[in-house]
């Protein structure tokens, strides 16, 4: 199956934060899982760079807007790499072909009849990029996210007709597989029901946008123009992407991942503009919640974000991926405190899953000439075998549906369990009588596999300590077929072990 995997695409207003890490890192283990089940992965993210926040970012420091998008795009890029993301596209939305590509996918709209001229009046956020609802009579109404005065606007825009969707909408919002987590449809299809209204998708003060063909004076509005990238991002090296249906590689099999802030506008708005330009919709989006400080939405205009670069200066990426995922359940809140960050690393990586690694090996290489044991029955029943077959179906079945931290949690049931089978079986002393080193060696070797198997599951979201275990293990044929690979018995038995080493050191 070919698929598409997206991010949002994040405002260069500020350097990245820990919020916009979450969202990539989450989708760089959704990205990983796909490709290890076999799958062709367009793993999209990037930068939304038009609008009047980034025009005013720019006139503050006294720079052109495009300077300032170029410094901060490639913080972006530097920054996705020392985290060890995966993705295969990086789009810009100043770039020319995807400046190309919203005019032609503008024409198709405007062709079809789906674009009006009007007025728009009302409460600006500019820090949101979006109209607010206020009630009547507030004359100083607050963005409830940004805790900034709303602007008030009253200008000629062009509208795209999104009324005309509402019965489609309607029926797409309410398919229980397309918005998830289920929590969050019941919001969007509140929304529908209240009847959609047009949305405006130019403005005729901000210059720092992509022109309007035929409209002079306008420019497109930020969130008209984004949405489009993650089309351009599948042109890449394709001068003339073919917007057509059915002729997008890794499309409609597409799902975005973003935080619940953006959701009306992947749910509601950007399936009604592809409708209207005769494009298949996304399969699937996905909202998860927020990282909050003290109960705050950590964001960069609040100014309580967590330097992601400092943070894997401090502490490497693996144990952040490790915390982020396996703390914080997907879809929900979460916050982030660095005790419990320490705690959670040093309890699950380092003691759990290090020390089961490390003491195994030990005790394989004592006793078994440095290497895994042999005259070993790899149909062996036992109760480590069997904990493994039902936590590697469940474990698919969590992955496929974003629950990382459900994932996360059947890996440590399975290193614990495979901690506690080494106490009740005391190898150790064992060893000691010669007649009982047959079953010794079926010990080892049933934690050795046990330990193969949690490297193997634990691959999409630590893939340095995944890989690290499994040449601990002297395992060769590293994720060529990973699905096959999870079946029991595959550690080859007499394979020479090289010298263990802490997979984690403990972070004080
Ligand atoms: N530019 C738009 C998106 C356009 S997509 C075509 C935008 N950018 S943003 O920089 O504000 O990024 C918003 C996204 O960043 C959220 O939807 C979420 O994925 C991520 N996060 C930003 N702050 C976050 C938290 N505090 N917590 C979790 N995710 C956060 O909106």
């Given at each position: 199956m070919h698929i598409t995997i997206t991010t949002p695409l994040y405002y260069v207003n500020d350097k990245p934060h820990l919020g916009s890490t979450y969202t990539t890192i989450a989708c760089d283990a959704f990205?990983?899982?796909?490709?290890?089940?076999?799958?062709?992965?367009?793993?999209?993210?990037?930068?939304?760079?038009?609008?009047?926040?980034?025009?005013?970012?720019a006139e503050s420091k006294n720079i052109k807007p495009i300077e300032h998008c170029d410094s901060i795009s490639k913080e972006y890029q530097d920054l996705w790499s020392q985290w060890f993301i995966s993705n295969d596209h990086f789009v810009r939305t100043t770039s020319h072909q995807h400046i190309d590509l919203v005019e032609r996918f503008f024409k198709k709209v405007n062709d079809n009849g789906d674009?009006?001229?009007?007025?728009?009046?009302?409460?600006?956020?500019?820090?949101?990029?979006?109209?607010?609802?206020?009630?009547?009579?507030?004359?100083?109404?607050?963005?409830?996210?940004?805790?900034?005065?709303?602007e008030w606007r009253d200008e000629e825009n062009l509208f795209f007709c999104l009324s005309k969707y509402q019965k489609e909408i309607e029926?797409?919002?309410?398919?229980?597989s397309f918005i998830q987590p289920s929590t969050r449809r019941n919001e969007i299809i509140n929304f529908v029901s209240k009847g959609l209204k047009d949305f405006s998708i130019s403005r005729i003060n901000v210059k720092w946008g992509i022109p309007v063909p035929g409209y002079k004076g306008h420019t497109f509005y930020v969130w008209f123009d984004a949405l489009l990238g993650y089309i351009s991002a599948l042109s890449d090296n394709q001068q003339n992407i073919i917007l057509e249906k059915g002729k997008l590689k890794g499309w409609p099999n597409a799902i975005h991942v973003i935080g619940k802030d953006i959701l009306r506008f992947h749910a509601v708005y950007w399936p009604a503009m592809?409708?209207?330009?005769?494009?298949?919709?996304?399969?699937?989006?996905?909202?998860?919640?927020?990282?909050?400080?003290?109960?705050?939405?950590?964001?960069?205009s609040l100014g309580n974000v967590l330097d992601p670069k400092e943070l894997l200066d401090k502490y490497g990426d693996e144990p952040l991926r490790w915390f982020?995922?396996?703390?914080?359940?997907?879809?929900?809140?979460?916050?982030?405190?660095?005790?419990?960050?320490?705690?959670?690393?040093?309890?699950?990586?380092?003691?759990?899953?290090?020390?089961?690694?490390n003491r195994t090996l030990n005790m394989s290489r004592k006793w078994f000439n440095n290497s895994i044991p042999t005259d070993i029955d790899y149909n062996n029943d036992n109760e480590l075998k069997v904990l493994a077959k039902s936590i590697i179906n469940d474990s698919l079945v969590y992955y496929e549906n974003l629950s990382f931290k459900e994932v996360c949690q059947l890996l440590i049931k399975l290193s614990s369990a495979s901690n506690l089978y080494l106490n009740d079986k005391q190898p150790w002393k064992l060893i000691k009588d010669n007649n009982r080193i047959g079953e010794v060696s079926q010990y080892i070797y049933n934690v050795l596999e046990s330990?193969?198997?949690?490297?193997?599951?634990?691959?999409?979201?630590?893939?340095?300590?995944?890989?690290?275990?499994?040449?601990?293990?002297?395992?060769?044929?590293?994720?060529?077929?990973?699905?096959?690979?999870?079946?029991?018995?595959?550690?080859?038995?007499?394979?020479?072990?090289?010298?263990?080493?802490?997979i984690l050191n403990r972070i004080e």
């Open positions: 990205a990983r899982y796909h490709r290890l089940i076999g799958n062709k992965v367009e793993f999209i993210t990037g930068v939304d760079e038009h609008g009047q926040k980034i025009q005013r970012t674009i009006r001229i009007g007025n728009q009046k009302g409460w600006y956020c500019v820090g949101c990029e979006e109209y607010k609802e206020v009630k009547a009579n507030n004359n100083s109404p607050e963005c409830p996210i940004h805790l900034t005065m709303l029926k797409l919002v309410s398919d229980s592809l409708m209207s330009a005769g494009l298949d919709i996304p399969q699937k989006v996905f909202g998860h919640g927020f990282l909050t400080r003290e109960g705050l939405k950590m964001g960069k982020l995922l396996s703390d914080i359940k997907f879809g929900q809140d979460g916050d982030f405190q660095q005790k419990r960050f320490i705690e959670l690393v040093n309890n699950d990586l380092a003691n759990t899953i290090g020390n089961l690694l330990c193969r198997i949690i490297a193997l599951l634990i691959n999409p979201i630590l893939p340095k300590i995944s890989q690290e275990i499994l040449r601990q293990l002297g395992y060769k044929n590293i994720l060529n077929e990973w699905k096959d690979e999870l079946k029991w018995g595959r550690l080859k038995e007499g394979t020479k072990l090289p010298i263990p080493k802490p």
